[in-house]
């Protein structure tokens, strides 16, 4: 299995500065015949179900603010959130879909400092 | 707009069988185009995913829950559903339901989630 880790696991940012959340695989999750990053980035706020944010580790699902953005190849990746929102306050999760078992990482909690 | 909805019992018994159903209505919905899911979260923890099916009969299901999983649809009423059979209370968790574009893809459409409890 592809284990994802993310970094940090909670984070606490003030309202309009910079976030920036890792994500590790284990392996790489870039296939190179398209040389497309089978990579993921959720959203979870309390009581809701995960909502898709990026794909393809750097685009940005339909509707989404332009102040999230994904970036990284191979086994690093990076989501960030230009300038924090109050509404951006939730768990996000990295997940790989390049192999199954379409693994995900652990979560990293943003909260407003 | 697509909508998913996951139904089922809220409580199963230990060593029994855990059946959930997704519906799927509203917008292009068509089920036998797409793939659908379906991930699981432990009250408090990450999300686990369980297994995907296309209603060509084409089915993924993730190893460590292979043996115990079985996944079906029914294109004609817009429905999928999910069996995972000898439950223990690790298997407490809410169960989403969710769409992929593909057989390789993130989920992009998910249900809300219904929580299952194993207990007796």
């Known amino acids: 299995d592809i284990v994802m880790t993310q970094s940090p696991d909670s984070l606490a940012v003030s309202l309009g500065e910079r976030a920036t959340i890792k994500c590790k695989s284990s392996q790489s999750v870039l296939y190179s015949s398209n040389n497309k990053n089978y990579l993921a980035w959720y959203q979870q706020k309390p009581g809701q179900p995960p909502k898709l944010l990026i794909y393809w580790a750097s685009t940005r699902e339909f509707g989404v603010p332009d102040r999230f953005s994904g970036s990284g190849s191979g086994t690093d990746f990076t989501l960030t959130i230009s300038s924090l929102q109050a509404e951006d306050v939730a768990v996000y999760y990295c997940q790989q879909y390049y192999s199954p078992p379409y693994t995900f990482g652990q979560g990293t909690k943003l909260e407003i400092k | 707009q697509l909508q998913l909805q996951e139904s089922g019992p809220g409580l199963v018994k230990p060593s029994e069988t855990l059946s959930l159903t997704c519906s799927v209505s509203?917008?292009?919905?068509?089920?036998?185009?797409?793939?659908w899911g379906w991930i699981r979260q432990p009250p408090g923890k990450g999300l686990e995913w369980i297994g995907t099916?296309?209603?060509?009969?084409?089915?993924y299901y993730n190893p460590s829950l292979k043996s115990r999983v079985t996944m079906s649809g029914d294109t004609s009423k817009n429905q999928f559903s999910l069996k995972l059979s000898s439950v223990t209370a690790a298997d407490t968790a809410v169960y989403y339901c969710a769409r992929g574009q593909g057989a390789v893809s993130p989920f992009d459409y998910w249900g809300q989630g219904t929580l299952v409890t194993v207990s007796s």
């Open positions: 099916i296309y209603f060509s009969g084409t089915t």
């Open positions: 509203g917008g292009y919905s068509s089920s036998s185009s797409y793939y």
